[in-house]
């Protein structure tokens, strides 16, 4: 059996579950191999008040380099938190490079939540991750971020019709995270697929509390499930209840909630039965 190998690029927090801390553990537990490229480094994620940052820039192009000279190749990438629009022209430049013909291009576009820019952005970095995503095969945005990435404010009243435009910027496909669920309740996910012109939403019914790097995760298992050879849908239905779980497990077990989800407990089960079993 190949095992698939893929590439991710987010910010490492010496401590919390987020980012390259929840998606090394997640890829490896569903069988792929990983290779982390750090856009910064934390003492602990933003959460956490008075956290110490470095943007690590130089080490990026360094090790980028580096392996185009080694030649190696993902089966996927996936892109979360970048530090600068530097490092988004970095990334457009070698992604392409780096990546198989045909594999997903996963990006997460992180701009901020809640309708407002994280406060380590200014709103230069909106259109640099709008080029980004036009490299894309796949987005993951929240809700917010959607927005940023259309120019509009919250609340986006025509969300199919956001997306199909968006979509034609590049990405086939648009996963929105973290929106308000139609039927009620406190979130859903919503799928769109531009080869079908399709949009379909998928409830959530998360625990209703905000724990850091849900989004991380989210992210990973979803790019986990397709590596797999799990449908989008399915994979984005394994994805959720991975997570329903995770927060319900973490009510017991999570002390101060900035740390994140427990996901050392979440992943002691075989993470494979959320995308099997309906």
């Not at 910027?169 to 139609?182: H, M």
């Not at 998928?202 to 979803?222: H, K, T, V």
């Not at 017991?252 to 089960?269: F, K, T, W, Y």
């Amino acid at each position: 059996m190949t095992i698939k190998r893929i590439l991710a690029i987010h910010d490492l927090s010496g401590f919390g579950h987020t980012s390259l801390l929840a998606a090394v553990p997640i890829f490896y537990r569903m069988g792929i191999e990983v290779a982390v490229l750090p856009t910064a480094l934390l003492s602990a994620n933003t959460d956490h008040p008075g956290y110490s940052s470095q943007d690590t820039y130089s080490f990026m192009h360094q090790s980028l380099r580096h392996w185009l000279r080694l030649e190696l190749q993902f089966d996927a990438v996936y892109s979360g938190f970048l530090g600068s629009e530097t490092q988004v022209e970095l990334l457009q430049q070698y992604i392409p490079l780096l990546a198989k013909p045909g594999a997903p291009v996963l990006v997460d576009p992180v701009l901020g939540d809640n309708g407002r820019l994280y406060e380590c952005y200014t709103k230069n970095m909106i259109p640099a991750m709008r080029s980004l995503v036009g490299i894309s095969s796949i987005i993951t945005p929240n809700l917010s971020e959607l927005a940023f990435l259309l120019g509009l404010s919250l609340p986006v009243l025509d969300l199919p019709g956001g997306c199909q435009s968006l979509s034609l910027s590049g990405p086939a496909e648009i996963i929105v995270t973290s929106a308000p669920a139609a039927e009620g309740g406190n979130s859903s996910v919503l799928y769109y697929n531009r080869s079908t012109d399709r949009f379909t939403e998928f409830a959530c019914q998360y625990e209703p509390i905000d724990y850091p790097g849900a989004g991380d995760c989210f992210a990973s298992m979803f790019l986990a499930g397709l590596l797999n050879g799990f449908s989008t849908e399915m994979s984005i239905k394994g994805s959720i209840r991975f997570l329903k779980e995770a927060f319900s497990r973490s009510l017991d077990l999570v002390e101060d909630r900035r740390s994140g989800i427990a996901l050392a407990a979440a992943l002691r089960e075989d993470p494979y039965k959320w995308f099997v079993n309906e």
